[in-house]
């Protein structure tokens, strides 16, 4: 039994066994590295519903601090997807001040906490039509693109990705959302979040 073949069988909804349901549990109270904690975070969301008890096994590692040449990023990173993702949990509402604190940092050690924070608010705006956080994030995109200097800005592509899914739902999705200049910008996705935002 292993955590990686638990994950393959749950990620495409095959049935477990009550004893692979246990040992994806155990897994996360006793990994033996952080891939496999990795591992065990997103089969554990699959695998059991969002009860109080289970909710705060997960938030924990949100604290997570990483061995040498961990990742505590990337597990922060699953725990936010298994908490706030519609295919996971679903919790993206409760978890908005949190997940506002992510977004508005900007640094190398919070890389894929940003590509997760950003990829939830825009699944959570599409659906809830929370213009207040839509507000947010367009204020978040306008700023970061008045001070963009091409190269020093990873987290501007994930905001615009972030504002087409919030508009136009995950059938928005395109292969490249590189923002170098104003031209990248589709003025039609700005027209429609002006109108959401400043035409009612």
């Known amino acids: 039994m292993n955590i990686t073949s ?7 909804e095959q049935t ?31 695998a059991y519903p969002p009860s109080a008890e289970n909710i705060k096994i997960i938030e924990n590692f949100l604290q997570h601090k990483a061995t040498e040449f961990g990742f505590d990023d990337i597990i922060r990173a699953s725990v936010l997807n298994v908490l706030c993702k519609q295919w996971w949990w679903g919790l993206a509402k409760e978890y908005l001040p949190l997940l506002k604190t992510y977004a508005l940092m900007n640094s190398d050690d919070y890389s894929e906490t940003q590509i997760a924070t950003f990829s939830i608010l825009g ?21 970061r693109f008045l001070q963009y200097k091409e190269g020093t800005d990873d987290t501007l ?28 910008i589709d003025q039609n996705l700005i ?8 035409e009612k």
């Open 6 to 12: 638990i994950l393959y069988k749950l990620k495409f």
């Open 16 to 46: 477990i066994s009550n004893s692979e349901r246990e040992f994806v549990k155990r897994i996360l109270f006793n990994y033996k590295s952080d891939d496999e904690l990795n591992q065990a975070i997103r089969a554990f969301g699959f």
């Open 123 to 143: 699944e959570y705006i599409y659906s809830s039509k929370d213009f207040e956080t839509l507000k947010f994030v367009y204020g978040l995109f306008e700023k």
């Open 157 to 184: 592509d994930d905001i615009y990705k972030c504002l087409n899914v919030a508009m136009y739902g995950h059938a928005a999705l395109i292969d490249n959302y590189h923002i170098s200049s104003s031209k990248d």
């Open 191 to 198: 027209n429609q979040i002006h109108k959401s935002l400043f």
